[in-house]
């Protein structure tokens, strides 16, 4: 058995469904491979999709996420976007709302959770020994 499996849902094949996520069982993860810098973030920063896909041009989809700071890296200014975003902090730490230059803002530890409506502005972010988080982003589906 395959961790990605079809099964027969109450949904009829024909209707489009709003989440754009395939049924996947569980998987080992392989934290070796497949990360990237998402656009516009620094080169320290790096993202592993783990389920679906946000087409932020059209306004539509989620995904799921891993993101991961290297030590000592920091972003510079707030970000905002147009999705729904859920953050689990699991690993390292990482500080809100530091300056320019890294320094300031409110540090948090492993087991901490935000959830943002789109349009807030959050950030910069920093972490000093690194962190790992897994977010979830999404269009509203209504």
Known sequence: MTGVQQFNCLQEDDDQMAINKLH?????????TGWEVPPGYPEGIKQ?????????????GS??????F???????KPFVHEYWEEVFLFSGDLTVGND???NGGEAFKPYTY???????YHGPFKSETGAMMIE????DPA
């Open 24 to 32: 996947d069982e569980f998987r080992a993860v392989d934290f070796s």
């Open 48 to 60: 592993k999709i783990l389920s679906g896909a946000l087409d932020e041009v059209n306004k539509t």
């Open 63 to 68: 995904r799921t996420r891993i993101l991961k």
């Open 70 to 76: 290297d030590p000592g890296v920091w972003t510079t």
């Open 100 to 102: 320019e230059n890294g």
């Open 114 to 120: 935000a959830v943002r409506p789109p349009g807030v």
């Open 136 to 139: 979830i982003h999404y269009f």
